[in-house]
């Protein structure tokens, strides 16, 4: 599954020190399952269907491109990581932790082990409240009403109170946001890719992804190097000029932040290597012509990466073209790259080593990257 959803979900605390208890879990949300994207105020609410002190509760927005039914199993380990154990309880009782799945965008799940969107939601004010305030516009995706028009027809009797107190989103130490424009540099199979989507989901950013699905050339390049390397080379410079400039010109209209699997700069690396001299020398005053109106990114990451990884990342990816790709020619790139960075100091770059972590499946791994960025 690679489509990112965005998650809203309850947490709720009335045992012990409530503000630590659904702060810790905010916490541990961020290091086992994603950075938070939206954090609502804190509200007291009276115990429902027993007798218990009352409870403080908030709802918390993220992205995720993992199953429903594994965020589900993360956010119960959480709460377990906490001192709760549901298997143990077989009514309505106090809880150190509570925390619950509301919506998943459009997504209806009917199942034993996971109802969404839930089916209580639209019956407490403590939920939804604070549901609103971090996402007004929501709709429910089975009445296809707005929560805002169920909300206003809410039973008020149900007393609940704003508290004037703060919880910190932990994701926002990170000085990876103050970054207008980054992108994302590496080898043929390095991760690129996987990491900018990623960082984008996380911090809610504007996404550009290299289109090279759609280059005509780009199969029979591998096939016969001579014959197209140059009008692959063009038609790649043409395209990434061209997605370059549109879609940062719409990162100024709309003041959002960007992130790229890819620099400008490739186009140059790479044609360093497939072309010969005159073709290089052509085309690096075309390059140049071009990238006077280019903004240009503020930090570029470089993602360092062994030849046996790159061949296994690009094995696992199968697209058939690859299959033959030599690691004289992953050699070559890396080596490209290198020169190119030395001679350019004026450029902001970032060497991460990612050989001996996997940032893709491992949190912790890719969480230790973001702070090498910070």
Known sequence: MDLYKKYHVSIGSNIGDRLENIQSSLDLIHSRIACLTGISCIYESESIGFDGDDFYNICASFFSNISPYLVMQKLLEIEKTLGRNRSDET????????????????????????????????????????????????IHPVSKVSLKEIYEAFDQNQKIQKKDLVLNNPGNLLSIRNYNYIAIEGNIGSGKTSLSKQIS??????????????NPFLAKFYENPRDFAFKLEMSFLADRYQQTNEDLSQLNFFNKNIISDYDIHKSLIFS???????????????????????????LIIFLNQTIENLKGNIKKRGRDYEAFISDEYLISINKSYSEFFKSRPDLNV?????????FVKNRLDYLSIINQID
């Open 91 to 138: 009514k309505y009782i106090s809880r150190i932790i509570d925390i619950d799945i509301l919506l998943i965008e459009d997504l209806v799940i009917d199942s034993e082990e996971l109802k969404v969107p839930h089916t209580e939601m639209c019956n407490r004010r403590f939920v939804m409240e604070p549901l609103i305030e971090i996402d007004p516009n929501l």
């Open 201 to 214: 989901a996380d911090f809610n950013t504007k996404l550009m992804l290299e289109r090279y699905i759609d």
């Open 272 to 298: 360093k290597i497939n072309l010969n001299s005159d073709e290089f020398n052509l085309y690096r005053k075309l390059f140049y012509s071009l990238y006077k109106s280019i903004v240009k990114p503020d």
């Open 350 to 358: 970032k060497f991460i080593d990612v050989s001996e972590i996997d």
